[in-house]
């Protein structure tokens, strides 16, 4: 490989909402991969905040995006958060947790259709791609069903894996070190916490 073209997808987290001086996740991760891998790395960023995987699948249909993602070869996708920020928000609502059941099902549909558009995308080209699914972390640890549902989500995002899509566990770190992670009075990680996802990402090779 002489170059890695690198297209990060999804959500706020793929914005690098949090961290005021640096650019998220993104820029320090294709900084660590030219380093260590002695290539360059070049990025291009496709995320909205707030967005959904439903969004995502619909914003990977756009004419312009499906051109440009042709040409990478590696992927980092991040969704689902919101997926689940919105079941919560209808379980406060209403009392029915029923809407986690049916969120569940969407993202499931959703991360499928996902890689099926990079999969199509890629279908006639001989240069290898790999695709990294970046896991959840609990941003609300002191609700009690919390930890129940992010496993949920994460498991669906591992059931993916295969020999070119791996599940990037993010979990335990943010759990174990969950304040020191955050934002201040933020659901979204800071400086260090995008670092954690940057250096989870680069453990999982090429």
Do not use: C
Not at 44 to 53: D, G, I, P
Not at 71 to 77: A, K, Q, S
Not at 122 to 140: C, E, H
């Amino acid at each position: 490989m002489r170059e890695i073209i690198y297209k990060a997808l999804g959500d706020s987290l793929t914005v690098g909402v949090g961290s005021k001086f640096t650019k998220g996740f993104v820029q320090k991760y294709a900084s660590d991969l030219s380093h260590e891998w002695k290539i360059p790395v070049r990025t291009e960023v496709f995320a909205r905040k707030r967005l959904l995987s439903e969004d995502l699948v619909d914003l990977m249909q756009d004419p312009y995006v499906q051109e440009r993602l042709t040409y990478g070869n590696l992927f980092t996708i991040t969704t689902g958060s919101n997926d689940l920020l919105r079941a919560n928000r209808l379980l406060m609502r209403t009392g029915n947790p029923m809407y986690f059941e049916y969120a569940s099902f969407q993202f499931e549909e959703n991360i499928f259709r996902i890689l099926d558009t990079i999969h199509q995308l890629k279908a006639g080209s001989t240069i290898p791609y790999q695709i990294r699914l970046v896991g959840l972390y609990n941003p609300y640890p002191e609700l009690t069903y919390s930890d129940y549902w992010i496993h949920r989500w994460n498991h669906t995002l591992y059931s993916f894996e295969d020999q070119v899509v791996r599940y990037v566990h993010v979990y335990d770190e943010f759990r174990a070190h969950h304040r020191k992670l955050l934002a201040f009075k933020s659901i979204h990680p800071n400086k260090q916490g995008y670092h954690v996802i940057a250096k989870r990402l680069l453990e999982t090779g090429l």
